[in-house]
């Protein structure tokens, strides 16, 4: 059995704004656990499994408008898997507290390595705790270790198209910083092909407008800024965000 699922036979992921949100998903076949031939026959039929490693970058981005521009970010989002010919146990999901480490020039770069890793054809192996979750790799300026923001991960009990729902901690305007394949869940293959599609999807409450420029004036009042700040998430971000944000799809055959 490889490795990891062929590179090769997998499409590009879809990044619709990616400095905003940059999702990458790789499936690593889980190996079988080998016995003495005089104890084969005691084993059930062995049904093959695949551990999925999650990259997630969330950061700020800008759009250009005819009289300015805006800035934006996230507050939260859901990932949604909806697969064919196998199934994700609910046991193995990944859930819970996960710290954001927060881009530096360091870590920038380790990210675009590792998107520049994923274009070009190459899998980025995960390095795995003794527990056998992915580990993050975290950078430092000055010998120094970086700040933390918190991401908060939860999952809908549901074996078929399971999602995680990711939210911003508390006093948190957006989340920011990068997950660097975390263990997200695993697959049990019960037919092949096996094919799964993964979506990062928004709605309007997920969106957060940081900054504008050129916009209106800047005495303009709060509530006519809001009123102005709910417009253009409405007619301008969420169209670029529908019908998903990210999407990335895996194919396995055997």
């Not at 970058?57 to 989002?77: H, I, T």
């Not at 046991?91 to 390595?113: F, H, K």
């Amino acid at each position: 059995m490889p490795s990891s699922i062929s590179p090769l036979s997998q499409p590009e992921p879809e990044n619709n704004c990616a400095d905003c949100l940059y999702m990458t998903l790789t499936g690593i076949p889980v190996q079988p656990i080998e016995h003495p031939d005089y104890l084969e026959f005691l084993q059930p039929f062995h049904t093959p499994k695949i551990d999925l490693y999650l990259t997630l970058k969330f950061s700020l981005q800008w759009e250009s408008l005819p009289e300015g521009r805006v800035q934006f970010g996230l507050k939260g989002g859901a990932l949604r898997l909806r697969v064919e010919g196998g199934e994700i146990p609910y046991e193995s999901r990944i859930m819970g507290s996960m710290e954001l480490v927060v881009p530096t020039v360091e870590t920038d770069s380790q990210v675009n390595s590792l998107i520049g890793d994923r274009v070009s054809g190459e899998l980025d192996v995960p390095t795995l705790d003794p527990q056998g979750n992915g580990t993050t790799r975290q950078g430092s300026q000055n010998g120094k270790p970086n700040h933390h923001s918190i991401c908060h991960v939860t999952t809908k009990v549901t074996e078929e198209n399971p999602a995680w729902i990711f939210e911003e901690e508390r006093g948190q305007p957006i989340l920011n910083g990068w997950l660097n394949q975390v263990k997200l869940a695993t697959l049990r293959v019960s037919a092949l092909p096996c094919h799964l599609d993964a979506t990062f999807e928004v709605s309007r409450r997920d969106i957060c407008l940081t900054n504008v420029e050129g916009l209106w004036s800047p005495d303009l009042s709060r509530n006519k800024r809001a009123v102005l700040d709910r417009l253009i998430i409405q007619q301008l971000l969420e169209r670029k965000f529908k019908p998903y944000l990210s999407r990335v799809e895996l194919h396995y055959d055997g």
